[in-house]
């Protein structure tokens, strides 16, 4: 008969190995954030500077780079860093659209963006979006440490106003990523509820393996640019 101690001492034995392995998943994750970020960054920094004289040229009285506060690992805000392609005081516009059109606020409170915006910087703006080069200055934010490539996208604290605290918590577990699982098969074709369903079914299965296909679909969702508005 196996001693009440021995138990005890199984049991933490295997929960050791749990969460030794758990750390070095996540120190692995972290060493392919790094090298992977850096290589981009330095391959496209002639893109980014193309990018940033064209917003300049386009919208001279903005600046070029756009921070928000976003939820990041376990509920913890960061500015998230992306290319500017709204014009100047695009929340105030926003918010009198809101206020004076009701079927722009129907729409934006059902997938918290609107298909024909009118704050988006003509030409360049638009083209950022639907590309999905206006996300690359979150390489920054992979470098730093405040998000991962892959995982779910970072939020807006005011956005979870109508979902449970679990949805919260559960999405705020990982660090938020550049691309993830609801970029490469629905993205703006669907519900802001179902982008929520679908970060929340990305992180019970999270795999790194699952990490790398979800890099390589996102290069043939930007080629072809699939759902992008």
Same mark, same amino acid.
């Given at each position: 008969?196996?001693?009440?101690?021995?138990?005890?001492?199984?049991?933490?034995?295997?929960?050791?190995?749990?969460?030794?392995?758990?750390?070095?998943?996540?120190?692995?994750?972290?060493?392919?954030?790094?090298?992977?970020?850096?290589?981009?960054?330095?391959?496209?920094?002639?893109?980014?500077?193309?990018?940033?004289?064209?917003?300049?040229?386009?919208?001279?009285?903005?600046?070029?780079?756009?921070?928000?506060?976003?939820?990041?690992?376990?509920?913890?805000?960061?500015?998230?860093?992306?290319?500017?392609?709204?014009?100047?005081?695009?929340?105030? #516009?926003? $918010?009198?659209?809101?206020? /004076?059109?009701?079927?722009?606020? +129907?729409?934006? %409170?059902? @997938?918290?963006?609107? =298909? &024909?915006?009118?704050?988006?910087?003509?030409?360049?703006?638009?083209?950022?979006?639907?590309?999905?080069?206006?996300?690359?200055?979150?390489?920054?934010?992979?470098?730093?440490?405040?998000?991962?490539?892959?995982?779910?996208?970072?939020?807006?604290?005011?956005?979870?106003?109508?979902?449970?605290?679990?949805?919260?918590?559960?999405?705020?577990?990982?660090?938020?990523?550049?691309?993830?699982?609801?970029? #490469?098969? $629905?993205?703006?074709?669907? /519900?802001?509820?179902?982008?929520? +369903?679908?970060? %929340?079914? @990305?992180?019970?299965? =999270? &795999?790194?393996?699952?990490?790398?296909?979800?890099?390589?679909?996102?290069?043939?969702?930007?080629?072809?640019?699939?759902?992008?508005?």
């Amino acid at each position: 008969m196996i001693s009440r101690e021995t138990k005890i001492q199984k049991g933490q034995h295997m929960q050791t190995m749990i969460e030794t392995k758990s750390k070095t998943k996540q120190i692995i994750n972290r060493i392919f954030d790094i090298i992977f970020s850096a290589i981009i960054l330095i391959l496209l920094f002639p893109i980014f500077l193309i990018i940033a004289i064209l917003i300049k040229i386009k919208s001279p009285k903005g600046k070029v780079f756009f921070t928000q506060n976003r939820l990041g690992l376990n509920g913890k805000l960061f500015k998230v860093y992306k290319f500017r392609t709204m014009i100047p005081d695009a929340e105030k #516009v926003l $918010e009198k659209l809101l206020q /004076t059109d009701t079927q722009i606020r +129907e729409e934006y %409170l059902i @997938y918290r963006k609107l =298909k &024909t915006d009118p704050r988006i910087i003509p030409l360049i703006g638009d083209f950022l979006r639907r590309s999905s080069l206006d996300e690359l200055p979150q390489f920054f934010n992979v470098l730093t440490g405040d998000m991962s490539i892959v995982g779910p996208r970072p939020y807006i604290e005011n956005e979870f106003f109508k979902h449970p605290q679990s949805s919260i918590t559960s999405i705020t577990s990982v660090k938020p990523g550049i691309t993830g699982l609801w970029q #490469v098969t $629905e993205r703006n074709t669907t /519900t802001f509820n179902g982008r929520v +369903e679908t970060d %929340l079914e @990305y992180i019970q299965q =999270k &795999t790194f393996v699952g990490d790398i296909k979800i890099i390589c679909q996102t290069v043939l969702v930007m080629v072809f640019r699939k759902g992008a508005y």
